[in-house]
């Protein structure tokens, strides 16, 4: 996924042919170069304006799933419900890199879109990330669910605007349905938001590819919905975001 945040711009929010071109450009530079999927974040003074039923705006990825800052919803972490006899959520990112075999391991398992994953990959996805959520099951001491979230931070104008993209969840299937999947992405949400929710920035948004395969294609869904995220195709203009999968393809899929 490649993540592109438009701090200011001279088009017009109703002049679809310029709107156009300059998605256009963005989608097939980025795309073509990194074979990858492609989400460009307008400034949120385009919010409810941009004519997103237009053929030329329309997005084309249904599984996109959206939330702007204001619209979140998470829980402090002590009340989220989970067994916390057997498990405890670590977020230290070098405490993780040590176990990024085994993650590799639940991903390649459990994630339909990871299945090419090697230890280098999982290892350089767990680095780069801006934070990183791993369940520990303590009774057995391995890892057990990982998430992990990307986020850019701009000022415009002084207001500063954050854009975050949520990836990489995923729990063992011998421990899914017992509340880990929710404390990894509640946990992730909050890093996003801010620890004190009343002092967080209006302007923001954050995004995701909801899987629709897998045991997590009924369950994730309705979590994401949960903390307040949306499919795209259901929320009109209301965030000014487009994204694209022209060019993306997974090396799993070419074999």
């Given at each position: 996924m490649?993540?592109?945040?438009?701090?200011?711009?001279?088009?017009?929010?109703?002049?679809?042919?310029?709107?156009?071109?300059?998605?256009?450009?963005?989608?097939?530079y980025f795309g073509k170069t990194y074979n990858a999927r492609v989400v460009v974040r307008f400034p949120a003074a385009f919010d409810n304006k941009i004519d997103m039923n237009n053929p030329k705006l329309k997005n084309n990825v249904s599984t996109f799933m959206v939330a702007n800052m204001s619209d979140l919803k998470y829980d402090n972490d002590d009340l989220v419900q989970y067994d916390h006899e057997q498990y405890v959520l670590v977020t230290d990112k070098?405490?993780?890199?040590?176990?990024?075999?085994?993650?590799?391991?639940?991903?390649?398992?459990?994630?339909?879109?990871?299945?090419?994953?090697?230890?280098?990959?999982?290892?350089?996805?767990?680095?780069?990330a801006s934070a990183v959520g791993m369940i520990m099951d303590k009774v057995n001491k391995v890892p057990?669910?990982?998430?992990?979230?990307?986020?850019?931070?701009?000022?415009?104008?002084?207001?500063?605007e954050t854009l975050g993209y949520l990836s990489d969840v995923a729990v063992n299937i011998q421990h899914q349905n017992k509340g880990l999947g929710r404390v990894i992405v509640n946990y992730l949400v909050s890093v996003y938001i801010g620890q004190n929710a009343s002092q967080r920035p209006t302007n923001g948004s954050i995004c995701l590819i909801c899987g629709t395969k897998g045991s997590g294609a009924i369950s994730a869904p309705k979590l994401y919905r949960s903390l307040g995220f949306e499919?795209?195709?259901?929320?009109?203009?209301?965030?000014?975001?487009?994204?694209?999968?022209?060019?993306?393809?997974?090396?799993?899929?070419?074999r």
């Open positions: 490649v993540l592109v945040q438009i701090i200011d711009t001279i088009i017009a929010t109703d002049d679809v042919e310029q709107l156009h071109n300059l998605i256009s450009v963005i989608h097939d070098q405490a993780i890199l040590v176990y990024a075999n085994q993650i590799m391991i639940i991903m390649t398992t459990e994630a339909f879109w990871a299945k090419d994953w090697d230890k280098e990959e999982a290892y350089n996805r767990i680095l780069s057990v669910g990982f998430g992990r979230i990307f986020m850019m931070r701009n000022n415009n104008n002084n207001e500063e499919h795209l195709d259901n929320i009109g203009n209301r965030i000014a975001i487009l994204t694209s999968d022209k060019y993306y393809f997974r090396r799993s899929l070419q």
